[in-house]
């Protein structure tokens, strides 16, 4: 089994930087994909990156490119969420997820084997 515990969420103010950690208890077996997705309260949960574990891959959101970028430490086997320039439109709950077997890219919910608990991120105007 895989344990996805999620860390660094918080309250910054529009312009600002927040790093998130999601940090895994093991590496899924077949999965080489890991993804970040976003869920505001009355929205439905979107995508927002994803990076796999072999190369690094990522793949963004438009809404997020050039302000968020995803990384990962695989010793660590701990992905991040580096958020710049934020704009009270990312305030959220920020959920990584692993995806599922023979995944090299996790953009929907479908895709989604596990998720991690959340962390809410609050970017104040």
């Known amino acids: 089994q895989v344990q996805l515990v999620e860390s660094g969420g918080g309250l910054v103010q529009a312009g600002g930087s927040l790093r998130l950690s999601c940090a895994a208890s093991?590496?899924?077996?077949?999965?080489?994909?890991m993804g970040w997705f976003r869920q505001a309260p009355g929205k439905e949960r979107e995508f927002v990156a994803s990076?796999?574990?072999?190369?690094?891959?990522?793949y963004y959101s438009d809404s997020v490119k050039g302000r968020l970028t995803a990384s990962r430490d695989n010793a660590k086997s701990t992905v991040y969420l580096q958020m710049n320039s934020l704009k009270p439109e990312d305030t959220a709950v920020y959920y990584c997820?692993?995806?599922?077997?023979?995944?090299?890219?996790?953009?929907?919910?479908?895709?989604?084997?596990?998720w991690g608990q959340g962390t809410l991120v609050t970017v104040s105007s």
């Open positions: 990076i796999s574990w072999t190369g690094g891959r990522t």
């Open positions: 093991r590496r899924t077996l077949g999965s080489d994909a």
């Open positions: 997820a692993a995806g599922k077997r023979s995944l090299t890219i996790v953009a929907e919910p479908s895709d989604v084997e596990i």
